[in-house]
């Protein structure tokens, strides 16, 4: 638990010197984006553990300067119970293991012991992560260095500071609205809500006698027909340290700093780099806050200031981009529809909220008119009959000058164009743009909850309660362990050796021979935990990546070859072809191949044994 304490005392000391020109909150996230993307920035130049380490010295030096005034704000109680909570909660069960945890973890290793940028890929030895946006993974590594520890602590500390960060940004902006108290209802409304489907599903299965088991867990994020759906407490206790978790809180922190750019010119200058964050930890999100921000200047007067770091910002995501090898993400029409009941289902919520916004002020029969002429629109697309009104009196209130209909609108639209519009798959392009509509459509109603509970407040209350309902009867479900430890690497214990095999390579560099085939699993668990890249692993993320298929095929011949010959010489001639320095031989490659260490002993040194895990030198 040390390295948690050591974290969480850095993340407050690094924010500091940020405290003299935004408030508490806003710099307790900041100051960790602005640590991580000087790291990112350095690291083209040289290793990264330095370059990250000499913008901390500097970070803290500049807070042991500017301490003088520094008083702990009360909204830091929230961040430290969610941080709290979440560690809790990896403490029972840390495992980095099935869905794409250990792509994380690889990925996450891979910049920890990067010589220099971009990491090598840790799956496709002599390639580099140049087809992917990795900066959430450089965000958690700057988080395992705070924490003074290896990667698979500091991976479950990371994914338990995101939704602490999160949660303080959206409590800290909307008490200035509505006050501490109806700020938290905010959070549970944004946060700490499951979806419309977790409600019907719960009582199907109490009324039909069905187990509530981790399909209730489960389904509740696939309800519209061969899509991923997604929301921020399910991404949160899922515990993926994906692109589109650790974006999360960039968004909701660039909602805030575009809030405060409307009559604050300093906060215009936040722009530049939060905007590129976005793009390298996300790119998914970057055209609609493209889109957001230009309406935000539209309507801004500080409009000159916000054009010119958005195009400061545009011209680095574009030299970023450059650098990228994205054989995958292509844009395509899409010619499916989203049904209604299945969209409702997931976002009924949000969007009830999102009305809510408007209810207290808008024409009631203008609203009815307006239903009414959407009504055609179902032949379209079903969900445009519930989407329309909205975005047409969102529309009309920016004429107003109304900030949060601009983020409403941006919500709305992230609802729609994965309608009509897709990026590499119908299924991540909803799965990605979803998650921005929850949190745009809760979080602008969320400040006017003092309103709408004087006005009706037994209905938001029993919302209330629904929105709790998946949090309550889910989070048992996903932690039903007792494992008492934030080591994610601790479930090998029981598998041969690999567990003190993978602390050794750590020690040493080069290409590491290992079955690799299975993705999702145990696959490619040598370099996901030690950032030495294997021939080949995950093939079919690896071809959606590169598009490659012909070269991974022949790799993962390759290595079955390897394990499954008798002949010294066939062995030599594949190691020299990847360049292999290292051969691993443990569960999986028992498993997978029936790997016998004794035939590959005879042809390279043995310089590791552990519990039937060996690992053999090729020199």
């Known amino acids: 638990m040390l390295s948690v304490v050591c974290f969480y005392t850095l993340s407050i000391l690094i924010s500091i010197p940020f405290m003299r020109f935004m408030r508490y909150y806003e710099a307790r996230f900041f100051s960790l984006l602005v640590l991580s ?15 990250f380490y000499t913008c901390l010295i500097a970070v803290l030096s500049i807070s042991a300067l500017t301490h003088r005034n520094f008083r702990i704000d009360r909204s830091e109680i929230v961040f430290l119970v969610v941080f709290s909570f979440f560690t809790l909660l990896r403490f029972l069960n840390p495992d980095i293991f099935d869905c794409e945890k250990l792509m994380d973890v690889a990925f996450l290793s891979a910049v920890l012991k990067a010589k220099s940028f971009p990491p090598n890929d840790p799956f496709f030895a002599g390639g580099k992560i140049d087809f992917y946006y990795y ?53 549970i409304y944004s ?9 019907f599903d719960l009582i199907r299965r109490v009324l039909f006698g069905l187990r509530i088991d981790f399909s209730y867990y489960w389904n509740c994020t696939r309800v519209i027909k061969e899509t991923i759906n997604e929301f921020p407490y399910f991404s949160f206790i899922h515990a993926d340290l994906h692109a589109h978790v650790v ?9 805030i700093c575009l809030f405060r750019a409307l009559n604050d010119k300093k906060y215009s200058c936040l722009i530049a780099p939060t905007l590129f964050a976005i793009f390298a930890t996300n790119s998914w999100d970057f055209p609609l806050m493209l889109i957001f921000t ?41 010619y499916d529809r989203t049904d209604l009941i299945q969209f409702l289902s997931y976002s009924a919520f949000p969007i009830f909220l999102a009305y809510s916004y ?75 743009f979803y998650l921005i509509g929850w949190l745009f459509l809760t979080i602008p109603a969320c400040v006017k909850l003092k309103d709408l509970f004087s006005r009706c407040r037994p209905l938001y209350v029993i919302l209330v309660v629904l929105c709790l309902i998946y949090p309550i009867f889910a989070t048992p479900i996903r932690y039903n362990s007792n494992a008492m430890t934030l080591d994610g690497m601790n479930y090998m214990k029981n598998l ?40 080949v692993a995950w093939a079919n993320h690896e071809v959606f990546w590169r598009a490659n298929g012909l070269e991974l095929a022949k790799r993962l011949s390759d290595v079955r070859k390897f394990y499954t010959t008798d002949s010294c010489e066939v062995m030599r001639e594949i190691v020299k072809k990847y360049n292999v320095s290292f051969v691993f031989v443990g569960y999986e490659e028992r498993v997978l191949f029936k790997a016998n260490p004794e035939v590959i002993g005879k042809c390279f040194k043995k310089v590791f044994e552990s519990r039937g895990t060996y690992v053999f030198s090729v020199y």
Not at 191 to 199: P, T
């Open 37 to 51: 993307l000087a790291s990112f920035a350095l690291s083209y130049f040289m290793p990264f553990k330095f370059s």
């Open 135 to 187: 900066f959430g993974h450089v965000i958690a590594a700057s988080i395992t260095l705070m924490s003074f520890t290896e990667q698979e602590i500091g991976y479950n500390i990371a994914i338990a500071a995101l939704p602490a960060y999160t949660t303080i940004l959206i409590f800290g902006f909307l008490k200035e609205f509505i006050g501490e108290k109806l700020a938290t209802f905010g959070l």
């Open 191 to 199: 946060i700490f809500s499951g979806n419309l489907y977790s409600v």
């Open 247 to 255: 974006a999360i809180p960039i968004k909701v922190f660039y909602l």
């Open 294 to 334: 230009t309406l935000v200047a539209i309507i801004s007067k500080n409009r000159r200031y916000i054009l010119i770091f958005t195009s400061i910002s545009v011209l680095f995501v574009y030299i970023l981009y450059s650098s990228m090898n994205t054989p995958s993400a292509k844009p395509f029409l899409v």
């Open 358 to 432: 408007y209810l207290l002020d808008f024409n009631k029969k203008k609203l009815l008119a307006l239903y009414i002429l959407s009504i055609p629109l179902y032949l379209i697309s079903p969900i445009l009959t519930v989407l329309i009104p909205l975005a047409v009196i969102s529309v009309y209130r920016i004429t107003k000058s109304d900030f949060f209909s601009i983020a409403i609108l941006v919500g709305v639209l992230s609802f729609l164009i994965p309608d009509f519009f897709g990026i590499e798959s119908r299924m991540n392009t909803v799965f990605k």
């Open 496 to 535: 041969y050796g690999d567990y003190d095999a993978i602390k050794w390579l750590r020690k040493v560099d080069g290409v590491v021979l290992e079955g690799g085939h299975m993705s999702y699993r145990y696959g490619g668990r040598v370099a996901a935990f030690t950032g030495n890249p294997t021939v």
